[in-house]
Nanobody, 122 residues
């Protein structure tokens, strides 16, 4: 069973950038659709971005489109989320997830990491 560990979160000023990483073990991310989700305090977990198992198809939430980029390095078995032009409303715990299908809802994923906190100050 694939295990996922996120890293790269932290405190950043509005307008800044962060790159999150999701390292996989016990399985290869090349066999999965990989997604990023986030959960802000008091809110439900929401979709951020997804990358198909082939890496050729991506989808983004409207709120991050043009600012965030999802990518993967299958050789390193790692998924990334490059986040630019960060806003205070991007503050959340960010989770990576692996699933058997290209999905924009959390129920489409079977494997989840523990999350990494991103805080954007104004």
């Amino acid at each position: 069973q694939v295990q996922l560990v996120e890293s790269g979160g932290g405190l950043v000023q509005a307008g800044g950038s962060l790159r999150l990483a999701c390292a996989a073990s016990g399985g290869t991310i090349g066999a999965y659709a990989m997604g990023w989700f986030r959960q802000a305090p008091g809110k439900e977990r929401e979709f951020v971005a997804v990358d198909s198992w082939s890496g050729f198809t991506t989808s983004y939430a409207e709120s991050v489109k043009g600012r965030f980029t999802i990518s993967r390095d299958n050789a390193k078995n790692t998924l990334y989320l490059q986040m630019n032009s960060l806003k205070p409303e991007d503050t959340a715990v960010y989770y990576c997830a692996a699933g058997d299908r290209f999905a924009v809802v959390a129920t489409g994923y079977d494997h989840w990491g523990q999350g990494t906190l991103v805080t954007v100050s104004s």
